[in-house]
């Protein structure tokens, strides 16, 4: 088996290291968007399960910031709308919701786990590029106080 040599200039591999840094930024944001929406799923099925139980009186916040909350509102929960997507729902029974809500999960799970692992095979190239740049700077470092 023969190694064969490949000859890059410095530029290639800085620009090839700033590609690798822009994507590794895009795959971190993919990661922290998927993990909203994991956090959003276990979200709705936690207050599927809560609602489901008999008698519960709740604070129902008006708003994101909590600025107008209504006190004692009590619910009745037959059915639940659930996101398909695309801004289609469905209306279904809370059994029904949470298995659905449990395949989103699953998916979405599956989703982080194959960026994270393609996030990971970008930060190992992106380390070993920038590991030859360090070399080739201290070369250049040497050349320049032995001359």
């Known amino acids: 088996m023969s190694e064969e040599k490949v000859e890059v200039s410095?530029?290639?591999?800085?620009?090839?290291?700033?590609q690798l840094r822009d994507y590794i930024n895009r795959l971190q944001n993919m990661v922290k968007e998927l993990t909203d929406s994991l956090i959003s799923v276990e979200s709705s099925k936690e207050a599927i399960n809560l609602l489901t139980s008999e008698g519960r009186e709740l604070l129902l916040a008006m708003d994101r910031k909590g600025y107008v909350i209504l006190e004692g509102v009590s619910v009745s929960l037959g059915k639940v709308l659930v996101n398909l997507g695309m801004n289609y729902y469905v209306e279904v029974e809370p059994k029904v919701g949470i298995e659905?809500?449990?395949?989103?999960?699953?998916?979405?799970?599956?989703?982080?786990?194959s960026l994270q692992d393609e996030l990971?095979?970008?930060?190992?190239?992106y380390n070993e590029i920038a590991g030859i740049l360090s070399q080739i700077q201290q070369a250049e470092r040497q050349q320049e106080e032995g001359a």
């Open 10 to 18: 410095i530029d290639q591999l800085v620009a090839q290291a700033e």
């Open 100 to 113: 659905m809500l449990n395949k989103e999960e699953e998916g979405i799970k599956a989703n982080i786990q």
């Open 120 to 125: 990971s095979k970008s930060v190992n190239a």
